[in-house]
């Protein structure tokens, strides 16, 4: 059964820092992997789409990177502004149908 | 937002009620997906949908059905609402393998 795992599950960081969110995934046989955002109260927004034969993929200051074969993702977030708090979602897709496995989550505090 | 609302947005039901969410998408996605979230278990798929009619399980689709009569609408449905289905419910559609949520109903069983 594939399990998603987010590490840390919170992280508080001072305006201005490049940061990065790990997530792994015990199952390599993925169809793809995503990235989100959630604020409080909200739904979630997606920042990242990674298929499965991809490496990388970048959307202004975030870039996100997958190693298949160590089930592995990161997501980093450069020059990190207050605005960036929330919590951040890793989720795999094991097949074209969707049906997302999700981590926990990191929540992320950046401190003017 | 992809174009999706659900509704309602907040609702408070008591224990043996029946309970219809609905997701409402107007860019006539063929995917459809019910998750819901809860503290300490992160979201979790209920039900899915590939097109009008035909749906299938997700991880925790006990206690729930669905319908989809309509390209753009599918409905969640608790028969018999219990405490444990007390939770945030996200409708999402896909798009190019990419996954967009709905704002969430917040339900809440007494």
């Known amino acids: 059964k594939q399990e998603v795992t987010q590490i840390p599950a919170a992280l508080s960081v001072p305006e201005g820092e490049n940061l990065v969110l790990n997530c792994s995934f015990t199952?390599?046989?993925?169809?793809?992997l995503q990235w989100f955002r959630q604020d409080p109260g909200k739904g979630l927004t997606s920042l990242l789409l990674?298929?499965?034969?991809?490496r990388e993929q970048t959307s202004g200051r975030l870039n996100a990177s997958l190693d298949k074969s160590s089930g592995r993702s990161t997501l980093y977030i450069a020059a990190s502004q207050p605005g960036d708090s929330a919590t951040y979602l890793c989720?795999?897709?094991?097949?074209?149908?969707?049906?997302?496995?999700f981590g926990k989550g990191t929540k992320l505090s950046v401190k003017p | 937002d992809a174009g999706i609302t659900q509704s309602p947005r907040h609702k408070v039901t008591e224990t043996g009620t029946p309970v219809t969410l609905r997701c409402h998408q107007t860019?006539?996605?063929?995917?459809m997906y019910w998750y819901r979230q809860d503290p300490g278990h992160g979201l979790r798929l209920i039900h899915y949908?590939?097109?009008?009619?035909?749906?299938d399980k997700g991880e925790v689709s006990d206690g729930y059905s669905v319908s989809r009569s309509k390209t753009e609408d599918f409905l969640l449905t608790l028969e018999s609402a219990t405490s444990s289905q007390t939770s945030v419910y996200f409708c999402?559609?896909?798009?190019?393998?990419?996954?967009?949520f709905g704002p969430g109903t917040r339900l809440t069983v007494t």
């Open positions: 999402a559609i896909s798009e190019s393998d990419r996954e967009y």
């Open positions: 199952d390599s046989a993925i169809y793809n």
């Open positions: 990674i298929q499965s034969s991809q």
């Open positions: 989720a795999v897709a094991t097949g074209s149908q969707g049906n997302l496995i």
């Open positions: 860019e006539n996605h063929r995917y």
């Open positions: 949908s590939y097109g009008v009619k035909d749906t």
